[in-house]
């Protein structure tokens, strides 16, 4: 395990309901992240959060909500998904912003599936 | 603009064989590469870095890999697979132009046979 623990593994869900990811650490990073992994393509990285705050959003829709309440907590709120949006949504967090020397640590995902 | 490639989708070997996953990067600037690897139904693990010391790398698991400027090649070794060493494998590049950034590789996927 490597300490970013990611909740629920598995959602589906319908166009029209909205549900939350969350993820937790217990690192003592500073800085999280949320990625979108699907099929042949590259990881996506959506958002950035450093100290709480967020500093990138990579022209992510609306639909994908996040919130950072604390260094320990992300979560990414789900509204109105399409079905493109089925995909494995992998949480990360690294001590301070990825840089030359510092290295993400990885939760196991939330395998979503928009019906 | 810097990117990664990873020029194979697809690699199978056999248990015991040697692994080569190859990855070329494009930098303007002295770039960190990294390796990871993802198993199936887990996030991706930081199996080695390279940071401007030395070289040639030594990860985890027997992995290494050879950073080369000449060639902008980063590739993943392995003297011997194992059948736990079926995963995806991720070549990452980190770099300071326009502000740190990581791009991450279409990744590998790697199959051992018995």
Same mark, same amino acid.
């Given at each position: 395990?490597?300490?970013?623990?990611?909740?629920?593994?598995?959602? &589906?869900?319908?166009?029209?309901?909205?549900?939350?990811?969350?993820?937790?650490?217990?690192?003592?990073?500073?800085?999280?992240?949320?990625?979108?992994?699907?099929?042949?393509?590259?990881?996506?990285?959506?958002? &950035?959060? #450093? +100290?709480?705050?967020?500093?990138?959003?990579? *022209?992510?829709?609306?639909?994908? /909500?996040?919130?950072?309440? #604390? /260094?320990?907590?992300? +979560?990414?709120?789900?509204?109105?998904?399409?079905?493109?949006?089925? @995909?494995?949504?992998?949480? @990360? *967090?690294?001590?301070?912003?990825?840089?030359?020397?510092?290295? @993400?640590?990885?939760?196991?995902?939330?395998?979503?599936?928009? &019906? | 603009?810097?990117?990664?490639?990873?020029?194979?989708? !697809?690699? %199978?070997?056999?248990?015991?064989?040697?692994?080569?996953?190859?990855?070329?990067? %494009?930098?303007?600037?002295?770039?960190?590469?990294?390796?990871?690897?993802? !198993?199936?139904?887990?996030?991706?693990?930081?199996?080695? =870095?390279?940071?401007?010391?030395?070289?040639?790398? =030594?990860?985890?698991? $027997?992995?290494?890999?050879?950073?080369?400027? %000449?060639?902008?090649?980063? !590739?993943?070794?392995?003297?011997?697979? !194992?059948?736990?060493?079926?995963?995806?494998?991720?070549?990452?590049?980190?770099?300071?132009? $326009?502000?740190? =950034?990581?791009?991450? $590789?279409? $990744?590998?996927?790697?199959?051992?046979?018995?």
């Amino acid at each position: 395990e490597t300490g970013v623990t990611q909740t629920p593994r598995h959602l &589906v869900m319908g166009m029209t309901n909205k549900k939350s990811l969350k993820c937790e650490q217990h690192l003592g990073h500073n800085a999280m992240y949320w990625y979108k992994q699907s099929a042949k393509k590259p990881l996506e990285l959506m958002f &950035v959060y #450093n +100290f709480k705050e967020q500093t990138e959003n990579n *022209s992510v829709p609306s639909r994908f /909500s996040p919130e950072c309440p #604390n /260094s320990s907590h992300l +979560f990414l709120h789900l509204h109105t998904l399409q079905p493109e949006d089925s @995909a494995l949504y992998l949480c @990360a *967090s690294s001590q301070d912003l990825l840089s030359r020397n510092t290295e @993400a640590f990885f939760g196991q995902g939330t395998r979503l599936t928009v &019906v | 603009a810097q990117s990664v490639t990873q020029l194979d989708s !697809h690699v %199978s070997v056999s248990e015991g064989t040697p692994v080569l996953l190859r990855c070329n990067y %494009s930098s303007s600037y002295s770039p960190s590469l990294f390796w990871y690897v993802q !198993h199936p139904n887990k996030g991706l693990q930081l199996l080695l =870095k390279y940071t401007s010391a030395a070289t040639l790398v =030594k990860g985890i698991n $027997g992995f290494e890999a050879e950073f080369k400027k %000449s060639e902008t090649s980063f !590739h993943l070794t392995k003297p011997s697979a !194992h059948m736990s060493d079926a995963a995806e494998y991720f070549c990452v590049v980190s770099d300071l132009e $326009g502000g740190f =950034k990581t791009i991450f $590789g279409a $990744g590998t996927r790697l199959f051992v046979k018995a």
